[in-house]
């Protein structure tokens, strides 16, 4: 059995080359190395032969963001700070965190933030996979 639970993210934005700006820093941070981007989508993939994630974006003129957020895992709580010490670099809105979430579960470690299209994204670190009750 596979230990891939998603093979990739297809997000909208309304102008490509502001998003390809902005992801082109924010994904190779948190582990979307390879550069796949042409010319009518951005696409980022991991590291790999087969089997790999890919995260891509491409352009809607009329988009408009709602209340779905994407979250992206970090291997620790160092992790998630130098992702969100790129996310202010880079110009991420709306940044919360990077802060602990009791009320998520124990050792929940996350930085909140929003791309420039207002799409809603989160870092994040389980020192558990326990549940808040």
Known sequence: MSTRLFDHIDLRVKNRETAQRFYAQILPAIGFRVDKSGARWGTFETEGNVAIEFFGFTEEKDHHPNGNRIAFWA?????????????????????????????????????FFEDPDGNKLEICFRESATIAE
């Not at 130098?82 to 930085?111: F, H, M, W």
């Open 75 to 111: 291997s620790s709580r160092e992790a998630v700070n130098k992702a969100a010490k790129v996310v202010r670099q880079t110009g991420g809105k709306n940044i919360e965190g990077p802060e602990l979430c009791i009320d998520y579960s124990p050792g929940y470690y996350a930085v």
